[in-house]
């Protein structure tokens, strides 16, 4: 079977933000992939952190053929009715189990609800990872309801409405999308148990191409949500030093954590378990911090809404090239300290969810460097 891009398999094609370049800054200040040996990283310094100018494609919103089915299951696969998959909608093959796997999911004898009306696709694989989340599929919806508000219905897991259970990463995906003005009646609730096949559903085409986020969604998604103001939030005075350690996670974890807290605490910084704030109040806190300290995962995910003239510091394992964050610093004009540290235990579905030690001092050096590094403030 063929798996095709969603700009080939469209039947209509609407473009709402044009094709253009940018260019993104050095935004390295300093690392220590030297002292550590990560020849991963110190090949990747040039690539991931250097100036580069972007090429980024149109965004549109696009309608699939009639009778384009999402299949039974969690991962939200889309085929068309000519039996094509939608590359954008099909997740990894050994996230499938192999072409076997995948052939069953497509052949499946589940049964099938038809779905009329204009509806617009907000899920896929790796929906409960607050970046995908938040990066990939979130901003599809923020420019669909700002192009076309009150047009679609949006389709979403069934998962979505479990937002009466103990904070999770569904409450924050629901108040995201109340915060853009779409209410619970417009949501289409995916059974995991059925095939939908819908005559007239959407997409917006990906807004995170060529390793960076197209500027003009950059500027959509801060217009709609850089919304609460001081009074709404006593004690704000965009001056926060934060500290997002991934404590709530069990993977990708800092094995050595109390040496780094211990550096933390000395240089005033307050230590933030990002899932469990209320949507709002995340935006806000990345908004109201001028000096963010984080290990590379989903916590960073926020940066989106970070200060102009930002500064962060990042940790991570040895060889890790997270590259989805850094363009966000780079848009805002900030810059980074990158800190890397060698794996403690290693997970067996990949190195990159291992755990890592850091080195304190090397920390230290960091935030020092950082914070007698004066950058000229923005409007």
Known sequence: MKTLPMSDVALERHVVYAERESTLPDCLLGHNFDEVGDKTMLAARRSVFSERVVKHPAIALIRFPPETKILAGRLFIVQTSDGNLVKEQRPPIDVIQGEAALSDIVNNTSSTDIIEGPHLLACRWGIMTWGHWLGEIFPRLVVAEACFPGRFRYVVPQDI??????????????????????????????????????????SVTDTYTNAAFHPDVCDLLRAR????SPAQHPGSHGQRRIAILRTESPARNITNRNDAVEVLRKYDFEFVEIGRLPFEDQVHLFNSSSFIVGVLASGLSGLLFAQSKCKVLTLGPMGYPNTFFIPMIQRLSGICYDVRGPLTRIDERSFIFSDFSIDASQLEVGIKLLDSTNLLETA
């Open 225 to 228: 949500l850089l919304y609460p």
């Open 161 to 202: 409405f479990n937002d009466d259970a103990p904070r999770n990463v569904w409450n924050s995906i629901l108040e995201s999308i109340r915060s853009i003005g779409i209410s619970r009646s417009r949501l289409f609730q995916l059974r995991y148990e059925k095939n939908h096949v819908f005559n007239e559903l959407y």
